[in-house]
């Protein structure tokens, strides 16, 4: 059985960034960068972030900016076997992330 990893993938800015939190900007733009990011990937990526150092763990730092940056439309987060499934199923919905 193949083990389900969990990607984040940018879908778009925040009316330029306008009133996002020092942290979730820098955490867009990592996602923006990469347009589909594996969550390991994304920590590791986060961790040498000096906008993103604080007393908190990254994984702490990603739960709460992810969910507001999910709630505000720029990402979306979902879980599969692999990424080429995943880019598969966005080049069908018209979405080109390569």
């Known amino acids: 059985m193949q083990k389900l990893l969990k990607y984040y993938i940018f879908k778009q800015r925040y009316g330029r960034n306008v009133g996002l939190p020092k942290q979730a900007h820098a955490l867009l733009r990592i996602i923006e960068n990469n ?25 702490r730092i990603l739960i709460y900016y ?5 709630k505000h439309g720029c990402i979306e987060v979902t879980v599969t076997t692999h990424k080429k499934q995943l880019q598969n199923n966005q080049n069908q919905k018209g979405d080109s992330y390569e």
């Open 66 to 70: 992810a969910g507001f940056l999910i």
């Open 35 to 59: 347009r589909i990011i594996e969550k390991t990937q994304l920590l590791k990526c986060m961790a040498f972030n000096n906008e993103l150092k604080t007393k908190q763990k990254t994984e």
